[in-house]
């Protein structure tokens, strides 16, 4: 496990990663600014915790404890479907090089390996995370000043510990992903269909069955993971929602491991 940990690493030491991690920074700042300018001075018309409805927030909500990582918050739950499709790309991209059956000549324990991949990737995307939450909190300094936004209640206990819950969040709601989109990988391995199948079911399926059916929020992963994201969603409670989506991406990983066990390696 730790020479394919090492091994991932190295590959992730790329000028693309590095690309990526500033695109991932540069959206979540673009996100937040995005919520200041967007901030009514009224009563929120749907609640930021609502993944259905239009995100629309007040300023006194920003000026809140709250407030400080209330951009982040927003893009934390759409950062998810990139964090799907690194894990989907990276396990697929091996049977289209053909460079899996090589990588289990070298280290033949097939779950030892497959441990040691996803950790590299899940470090990464928590590195890349933290990230951007500082970019995010950057930018909602800038954004308050320009809004006239008050900033004292960010820098208490209460505030930080909001900054450190929706970083939680997150990574858990990036792990949920991750396992989603690596299951599906290793069943399927073409990089074309898994994008296809998995976005499709994450992107539209899901938010249509969303508009006629009532509890689909309820049960349905990608909501789920969303709804943990944010920390609870109208009509899903947060403990329900990282219970729910916890056991999703269980179940896929053990699915996926099954799979992987059994298989051939090659395409």
């Known amino acids: 496990m730790v020479g394919s940990f090492r091994a991932e690493l190295v590959k992730i030491r790329r000028p693309a990663t590095g690309y990526g991690a500033l695109a991932m920074m540069a959206f979540a700042a673009l996100a937040t ?18 993944p ?11 000026g ?22 690194l894990f989907v790309t990276a396990i697929t991209g091996e049977y289209a090089q053909g460079t899996m059956r090589v990588m289990l000549t070298r280290e033949p324990r097939r779950a030892r390996y497959l441990t040691g991949r996803l950790a590299a990737l899940l470090l990464l995307v928590a590195v890349v995370l933290l990230a951007a939450l500082v970019a995010s909190i950057g930018a909602a300094l800038i954004s308050a000043q320009v809004r006239g936004v008050p900033t004292g209640q960010w820098f208490t206990s209460a505030g930080f510990g909001h900054v450190a819950g929706d970083y939680l969040n997150s990574v858990v709601t990036a792990a949920c992903f991750g396992a989603l989109g690596t299951a599906l990988g290793l069943a399927v391995r073409s990089t074309p269909l898994a994008l296809g199948v998995g976005l499709a079911w994450l992107l539209p399926i899901e938010h249509i069955l969303q508009t006629s059916w009532s509890a689909a929020p309820q049960w349905l992963p990608g909501l789920l993971s969303d709804a943990v994201a944010v920390g609870g969603s109208v009509g899903v409670s947060y403990l329900h929602a990282v219970v729910a989506a916890v056991g999703y991406a269980f179940v896929a990983a053990v699915l996926g491991v099954a799979v992987f066990m059994r298989r051939d390696a090659s395409t």
């Open 64 to 85: 809140s404890a709250a407030g400080i990582s209330r951009g982040y918050n927003v893009a934390s739950g759409l950062i998810g479907l990139v964090v799907f499709v």
């Open 33 to 50: 600014v995005l919520t200041f300018v967007a901030a009514k001075t009224g009563p929120a018309r749907v609640s930021v915790k609502d």
């Open 52 to 62: 259905g409805g239009n995100i629309v927030t007040t300023l006194s909500q920003l």
